[in-house]
């Protein structure tokens, strides 16, 4: 066997593989003879088929199969022995490799196409400048956040006319053209919310309405939603898909949820424990309660950036045309070529950033082991007891230890999660942070635009 590489790129090579009879005609013939003791054969008994009516029967096959598998291992090491750094899988080249007849042919030549990663230095270093959004915790904020609390924790009200935030219970009755009730159709009583109303003069029609008040619309038209028409109207999905009728809302209860006070018994409630006595006090951990929410945001989405700033910076080659056909090969009669082209970019991207990650992985060590798991998830538990208990309860927490390891998905989302810590920590101790303090709606605008 003789193996070769020929350059045919800056990041793309072909690898020639020639094999001769020495290589695979051992096992050839160790395969046939196992076909020979097994064969069942009419006129012969088991293990007596002469050798060479099993070798016209079967060789050609058990040629063709040993020596793909020579190829693959063969090439697999190769690849290993010579350190190259593929991209992909090695592909056939057909325009190479000519036509096999393992009928005649004893000596064969087969080539294959290689993408190689590019050589590259990455140096984590304070010239690499990286936002860290500091989202600002405003006081609009925390009023919409004591509200939705005080509305969790009040009390209903029936109040005689409806307003914008009420829930009103009643029928729902189909009408037919001329706008009587249809006989035998559609009849239901549910609760509508105006907020899940879309269309705004339907939204108006639910405001300042009394018991036995009356309205008429067509609740798919002003919910825009099949599954809430669905299940306003007590029908299959598939039913409220096609439905064109108007509907008669007749009113029999209004809901109103009166905002809890603001007093101790209710800053008990939400926060108990932590003797919280006045709304300033409640308006302070609501703020620290944000804060420690926002930060967590922050964090991945400096990660994000991070990761974009080192695929700028390191500006990475790879052999584009390679990948594209690899894709293609990979996923035969899955994709298409204009789909290909349209994910390429983020194919890309990907592709960059695992080779950016692989490098810092080797260069600065990071790995999770198993004890590193165990920590984390033994600190997660002993976090949870009171501090007088811990030492005591040492032997139960290793038993839920174990059993939280015998989890393998469980493992390996706290083992990604510890990786992603030692990266983010890396990323604060050698990058250059730049704060700016933005509002939530700012934030949000910037995240939703996070490549993926």
């Known amino acids: 066997m003789n193996i070769t590489k020929e350059s045919t790129g800056d990041l793309t090579a072909i690898v020639r593989i020639e094999l001769n009879k020495d290589d695979y005609e051992k096992e050839v013939n160790i395969a046939l003879k196992d076909y020979q003791r097994k064969a069942n054969i009419p006129g012969f008994r088991p293990g007596k088929v002469p050798f060479g009516m099993v070798k016209k029967m079967y060789g050609n096959a058990v040629m063709a199969d040993k020596i793909n598998s020579i190829l693959s291992e063969s090439l697999s090491t190769y690849i290993k022995d010579n350190d190259l750094k593929i991209l992909g899988n090695p592909l056939p080249n057909a325009e190479k490799t000519k036509a096999v007849d393992f009928l005649n042919q004893t000596e064969f ?13 990455l140096e984590m270093s304070d010239s690499i400048d990286v936002d860290y959004y500091k989202i600002k915790i405003e006081d609009k904020m925390v009023d919409n956040y004591l509200e939705d609390m005080r509305k969790r924790n009040g009390s209903p009200v029936n109040p005689e006319v409806s307003e914008k935030e009420d829930r009103l219970y009643g029928e729902f009755v189909e009408l037919d053209n001329a706008g009587s009730v249809l006989k035998n159709g559609i009849s239901h009583k549910a609760s509508v919310l105006p907020e899940y109303i879309k269309l705004e003069e339907v939204r108006k029609m639910l405001v300042g309405l009394k018991i036995a008040d009356k309205i008429i619309f067509n609740p798919l038209k002003a919910t825009e939603s099949v599954t809430e028409t669905a299940a306003i109207l007590g029908i299959k999905s598939e039913e409220a898909e096609k439905l064109e009728s108007d509907f008669q809302f007749t009113v029999e209860e209004i809901t109103r949820i009166t905002l809890a006070n603001l007093d101790e ?188």
């Open 265 to 452: 018994e209710f800053f008990s409630k939400v926060y108990p424990n932590m003797g919280i006595k006045t709304e300033i006090e409640l308006r302070e951990q609501i703020k620290k309660d944000a804060a420690v929410a926002y930060d967590k945001e922050s964090e991945k989405q400096f990660m994000n950036n991070a990761i974009e700033k080192l695929i700028e910076t390191a500006d990475l080659p790879l052999p584009d045309d390679f990948l594209r056909r690899w894709l293609k090969e990979n996923n035969e009669d899955k994709i298409t070529e204009e789909q290909i082209e349209g994910q390429y970019d983020s194919f890309a991207r990907s592709m960059r950033w695992h080779l950016i990650e692989s490098k810092i992985v080797e260069d600065h060590k990071i790995e999770v082991n198993d004890g590193d798991v165990r920590s984390e998830i033994k600190n997660y538990f002993t976090s949870q007891l009171p501090e007088d208990n811990r030492d005591e309860e040492d032997e139960r927490l290793s038993g839920i230890v174990d059993s939280v390891m015998a989890n393998k998905e469980e493992v390996k989302k706290i083992s990604d999660k510890l990786f992603d810590d030692k990266l983010l920590s890396l990323f604060k101790e050698n990058l250059t942070i730049s704060e700016k303090d933005i509002s939530y709606e700012e934030f949000v605008k910037i995240a939703s635009t996070i490549k993926n």
């Open 109 to 121: 030549d087969f080539y294959f196409d290689i993408g190689l990663a590019p050589n590259f230095d």
